[in-house]
């Protein structure tokens, strides 16, 4: 019988050491479970890091872009601005230049036609000197 009871003692003492042996590498397969998980929520981190990073370096690469085409755009109008200001004034430098010449030439009318209104006054007061002395 004290064999019996030593054997079921030792039995019941095994069965404690396995059932702990059986706690330890539960806790540990969940130990390994967590860090792998904390593993895999790291790797995940640090990929939408990156995928974040390179959307932004794209975003900002867009924008820079977005602003050369917009200043080059600009450039373009202000050169168009002053392409077309300075053939207004070219047009306007023609009228003023026409107008000028046209004013020339009416006065040089009028001093001619002044000229042949005085010669023919003048004939014309000949003329009548001359009747003045026949008569």
Do not use: D
Not at 16 to 25: C, F, N, S, Y
Request: aromatic share 0%; hydrophobic share 35%.
């Amino acid at each position: 019988q004290e064999a019996q009871e030593r054997l079921q003692e030792e039995i019941k003492a095994k069965e404690q050491a396995m059932q702990e042996v059986e706690k330890r590498a539960e806790e540990r397969e969940r130990e390994a479970r967590a860090e792998a998980e904390r593993r895999v929520e790291e790797a995940k981190k640090e990929a939408e890091e990156a995928v974040q990073s390179v959307l932004q370096e794209a975003q900002e690469r867009l924008q820079e872009e977005i602003k050369a085409k917009e200043q080059a755009m600009q450039e373009k109008e202000e050169q168009h601005a002053k392409e077309v200001e300075a053939k207004e004034e070219q047009q306007r430098s023609l009228v003023t230049k026409g107008e000028e010449e046209a004013q020339m030439k009416r006065e040089e009318l009028e001093a001619s036609h002044k000229k042949e209104v005085a010669e023919l006054k003048a004939q014309m007061g000949a003329a009548r000197a001359a009747l003045k002395q026949e008569v």
